[in-house]
């Protein structure tokens, strides 16, 4: 024969308890799962963006270099100096890089 048994408080409370802490985590797992999703997307999209070739062989031109001639002799006279002090790595023996630095 089976008795009816009322539930407790306690029980009514467990349970309730329970159910929040069951949405609580569901929450807690969409949540991260929309930020994996996220970190994924942005991830492949980078990749994507950095695999994606250009074409602009049209947008190239030549760009006319119209020196100034007191401007190039201040640079080779900085040229020299620097030379001189063994001071020029190869790298920076650039008309523009010396042009930046020697005014």
């Known amino acids: 024969e089976i ?4 539930r ?9 308890e329970s159910y929040e802490d ?3 985590r569901t929450r807690i797992g969409t949540l991260r799962k929309r930020a994996v999703n996220a970190s994924t997307r942005l991830t492949h999209s980078l990749r994507r963006r950095g695999k994606r070739r250009v074409e602009c062989s049209d947008l190239w031109f030549p760009i006319d270099d119209e020196r100034d001639e007191e401007e190039e002799a201040a640079v080779n006279t900085f040229r020299k100096a620097l030379i001189e002090r063994d001071m ?11 042009r930046r630095y020697s005014f």
């Open 3 to 6: 008795i009816p048994v009322s």
């Open 8 to 16: 407790s408080r306690k029980d009514k409370q467990s349970s309730a």
């Open 22 to 24: 069951e949405r609580r």
């Open 88 to 98: 020029l790595p190869p790298q920076h023996d650039d008309y523009h890089m010396m």
